[in-house]
Nanobody, 117 residues
């Protein structure tokens, strides 16, 4: 079993920044890729970014490349999503998920990000 807990969401103005955290625990989470997804009201869930727990590979959706950065802290067992130059269209519930690239077997509860115009 893998447990994931997100934090760091909130309200920010256009152009602002937020850093989301995904704290992982469980015996096997290091085997997985940690993905970030988001879902806006009335829209499908979409992939945002991902990182392999072991290795340097990172992956981004085109819509966030150059603005978002995913990273991990081995000591804290936490994956971060640094979000800069935020836009109103980034408003969504952001969730982290452990699985393979682009899919999640284990999910956190989600954290709301709201970008005001």
């Amino acid at each position: 079993q893998v447990q994931l807990v997100e934090s760091g969401g909130g309200l920010v103005q256009t152009g602002g920044s937020l850093r989301l955290s995904c704290a992982a625990s469980g015996r096997t989470f290091t085997r997985y890729i940690i993905n970030w997804f988001r879902q806006a009201p009335g829209k499908e869930r979409e992939f945002v970014a991902a990182i392999r727990w072991s290795g340097d590979n990172t992956y981004y959706a085109d819509s966030v490349k150059g603005r978002f950065t995913i990273s991990r802290d081995y000591v804290k067992n936490t994956v971060y999503l640094q979000m800069n130059s935020l836009k109103p269209e980034d408003t969504a519930v952001y969730s982290c998920a452990a699985g393979v690239l682009g899919t999640g077997d284990y999910w956190g509860q989600g954290t709301q990000v709201t970008v005001s115009s």
